[in-house]
């Protein structure tokens, strides 16, 4: 079975401009997640779907950050303007239902890089 | 709110030194305990998990023993090798409402030296 796969692996662009992250999580998973990692802040949740829809989206740091499931097997998140504080690995994860014992599996990331 | 906490690193061992990665906790409810593992450019794998208390994990060698008395969830191997250089994540899963959500620790890194 494929695992999450995420695209692209790296992203290097100006400030200003808009970014667009990838995901396909693994089939028959209902559930898809995007994280933020930095140094300083660690591993954040930002946005999380059920069956395509936004269920929690609380941790979106602010209206630069969009986040769409437009079906079971693709998720993009957005970013516009962008800004170098954006800079970060983003990790998409998905899960096959959502209970405390089942494990999330995540991608390889994006490591996003705002000049 | 629920939280983890983990121990600072970096852990630097020797080759088959004995590794423990404290790791404690806050719930409310009944969480899961998983530990991750992330190795250089990739993302995080599940390297196991406990979902009641005095449950064991193990995979790969490593093991953690789910401890509702001391909240922790401490993370061991007897032997590491160079392979097992990370960064570890202890987390735990929502447990007062079942989301499934995961709250992170800040992770560890382990370096392991020939």
Known sequence: ?115 | GDSVTQMEGPVTLSEEAFLTINCTYTATGYPSLFWYVQYPGEGLQLLLKATKADDKGSNKGFEATYRKETTSFHLEKGSVQVSDSAVYFCALSDGSSNTGKLIFGQGTTLQVKP
């Open chain 1, 1 to 115: 079975d494929a695992g999450v796969i995420q695209s692209p692996r790296h992203e290097v662009t100006e400030m200003g401009q808009e970014v667009t992250l990838r995901c396909k999580p693994i089939s028959g998973h209902d559930y898809l997640f995007w994280y933020r990692q930095t140094m300083m802040r660690g591993l954040e949740l930002l946005i999380y779907f059920n069956n395509n829809v936004p269920i929690d989206d609380s941790g979106m740091p602010e209206d630069r950050f969009s986040a769409k499931m437009p079906n079971a097997s693709f998720s993009t998140l957005k970013i516009q303007p962008s800004e170098p504080r954006d800079s970060a690995v983003y990790f998409c994860a998905s899960s096959h239902r959502l209970d405390r014992t089942q494990p999330q599996h995540f991608g390889d990331g994006t490591r996003l890089s705002i000049l």
